[in-house]
């Protein structure tokens, strides 16, 4: 083998490894550190008034057009709902943090950690809901703007501002109520 492809072979190789990752593995369970995953979390600098970051508001926006087609994650089949029919579910929901901060959302939008957004399967993009804390009965309104969470035991990954507000970013996760909201 010449030196050029000797060189040409590193290169591939180098690029290739940079593009298989691991996949993530949570926390464990006592660590302090949450649910979240060990390579997210909460930002070095948060905002100093989560509290004051407003709800997000209902109103008419147009139906992103890639992203409300049906697709496949992880092997399942999701078919986003642009039915307009209400849509009410209970289960967990989870947060996201730093590691997707700044990143592209299924929308096309750029991540907020601090927005108040998140991450549903089947919802319409855009589309808004009300996400309610059933141990705590804290409520937040979040713009749908991202596909996800594709865990079974999930019905909604919220962004670190609106989980901070319902009150469960230490514990990583909390069993939520909801429930779509129309203008």
Not at 3 to 21: D, E, F, I, R
Not at 70 to 80: E, I
Not at 111 to 129: E, F, N, R, V
Not at 144 to 171: C, E, H, M, Q
Request: proline share 9%.
């Amino acid at each position: 083998m010449n030196k050029t492809s000797t060189l040409l072979l590193l290169l591939v190789t180098t690029l290739w490894g940079c593009s298989t990752a691991p996949r993530p593995t949570e926390a464990p369970a006592g660590s302090g550190r949450g649910g979240y995953y060990l390579d997210d979390g909460p930002g070095a600098h948060a905002p100093a008034h989560l509290d004051q970051i407003p709800d997000a508001v209902p109103k008419n926006e147009p139906l992103n057009r890639f992203a409300n087609k049906p697709y496949t994650a992880f092997g399942k089949v999701y078919v986003p709902d642009v039915s307009g029919k209400p849509y009410r579910t209970r289960g967990m929901a989870s947060w996201y943090g730093r590691r997707y901060d700044h990143q592209k959302t299924s929308s096309g939008e750029l991540y907020d950690m601090y927005g108040m957004t998140a991450a549903h399967p089947t919802l319409p993009i855009p589309s808004y809901a009300r996400v309610t804390n059933l141990a705590n009965h804290k409520s937040v309104v979040v713009r749908i703007n991202d596909r996800g969470p594709f865990r079974s035991n999930r019905v909604i990954d919220l962004s670190y501002t609106a989980a901070w507000k319902l009150g469960f970013v230490n514990k990583g996760s909390a069993e939520v109520e909801v429930e779509r909201l129309f203008p």
